[in-house]
């Protein structure tokens, strides 16, 4: 899978694709290569596909990736969701407090910060993440929707609800965004592989 099949050409990552971002994860970041840890955008999609791992621990190298992406739709999307919200997007302006700077965050800032907040509800993956509003005009309101994963057997609406609640807190925390509502909506159910052994066994 190419990242610009994923909606985002490579210069959006700073020339990588997310390929060479799990290429790059199979090596435990080792050597080091600067290019990547510098790039900001390069550190999120690193970030998110680690966390994705960590629930799909079958996706181990980027060909593999490829190819589950290519019959997996729950992991594409997933893909798709990392690689644009890698985007630095629009400049999101900040409260100087009486600094007299002119400070300001990326939306793909946002997006990551979005979906970092995955980590604490366990069983979550957030897929697409939209900010609909006009974020360069500070007080504008601003409606979060996001597209999330969920492993098969959980309480869907209470990680729903903890989920709403951290990513309402880090918002808080981190921007100046007038929140006025944040939509999550649920399109994939996954199976771990034990569940879906355990399927197949019943099916016998």
């Not at 955008?41 to 960590?54: N, Q």
């Not at 057997?153 to 006025?180: C, F, K, N, Q, Y």
Request: aromatic share 2%; proline share 5%.
């Amino acid at each position: 899978m190419e990242l610009k099949t994923l909606g985002v050409e490579p210069e959006d990552l700073d020339g990588f694709t997310i390929e060479d971002l799990a290429d790059y994860l199979d090596a435990d970041r080792t050597p080091p290569n600067p290019a990547i840890e510098e790039s900001a955008g390069c550190r999120l999609a690193l970030d998110a596909l680690e966390r994705l791992r960590g629930m799909t621990p079958d996706l181990r190298a980027s060909d593999e990736a490829a190819e589950l992406a290519a019959d997996d739709t729950w992991v594409q999307g997933i893909l798709a969701g990392i690689a644009l919200d890698a985007r630095a997007g629009r400049r999101i302006p900040l409260a100087d407090e009486g600094l007299g700077g002119d400070l300001a965050i990326t939306e793909g800032a946002v997006r990551g910060l979005i979906r970092a907040a995955e980590t604490v509800v366990p069983g979550v993956l957030v897929g697409r993440c939209h900010l609909d509003g006009d974020v360069t005009e500070p007080g504008a309101p601003v409606l979060i929707r996001l597209e999330v994963g969920v492993t098969y057997g959980l309480p869907i609406p209470a990680m729903v609800e903890r989920l709403r609640a951290e990513i309402g807190l880090r918002l808080r925390a981190h921007t100046d965004l007038v929140i006025t509502g944040i939509d999550i909506a649920v399109h994939d159910v996954q199976l771990r592989e034990s569940n879906a052994d355990a399927a197949t066994e019943g099916e016998r």
